[in-house]
């Protein structure tokens, strides 16, 4: 076994047998990573808190498994900002799970992405501390999409907004 440590943002938590979670966490160094977090359900599990959605944490991990079914299991977890403006308000909530979507659909497992996680940082610490998502939202899929080499660079700001609004409206005119 492997052991590493990595800093990420707790993107998605699935239930895994009775006690244990499946997280997903998006990293610098590793980009989208599944992780099994042991025994995190039980009453005394001290790293239950640590896993809150949009957490940004210290993650120590055990890598082990094959090449081809490589397989992470939690050892220890830190919280280093939890976002939790972001978590009770319900519009800023719905951003961030739009975005985390997206990045666990968008990306390869392990692949590494070291601009758009700086990105999806300071996005979610731009939903911490405001009340109006909408431009931040359409800000960071423009500034992602251009990261990931969907949308030509250049083309300013500006026009991106108004082609995006366009096309939102002919999708969905309400």
């Known amino acids: 076994m492997i052991h ?3 800093f990420g943002i707790i993107l998605d938590g699935k239930p895994a047998g009775d006690l244990d979670r499946l997280i997903t966490v998006f990293s610098e160094e590793n980009g989208v990573t599944a992780i099994i977090a042991k025994g995190v359900k039980k009453i005394t599990s001290h790293r ?10 210290h993650f120590d991990i055990e890598e082990g498994g094959s090449q081809y079914n490589p397989r992470r299991y939690l ?14 308000h319900p519009e800023n909530f719905s951003a961030a799970c739009v975005i985390a979507s997206f990045l666990i659909r968008a990306l390869p497992q392990g692949s590494p992405q070291k601009q758009l996680f700086h990105l999806t940082q300071k996005i979610f610490e731009a939903l911490n501390d405001t009340r109006e998502p909408h431009e931040i939202l359409s800000l960071f899929f423009l500034k992602s999409l251009r990261l990931l080499g969907h949308l030509p660079s250049i083309l300013k700001k500006r026009e991106l907004k108004m082609m995006l609004g366009r096309t939102l409206l002919q999708l969905d005119p309400e």
């Open 4 to 6: 590493r440590k990595i």
């Open 75 to 88: 050892r220890e977890v830190t919280t280093e900002k939890n976002f939790l403006k972001l978590k009770t």
């Open 48 to 57: 239950g808190f640590h896993l809150d959605l949009f957490n940004l944490a």
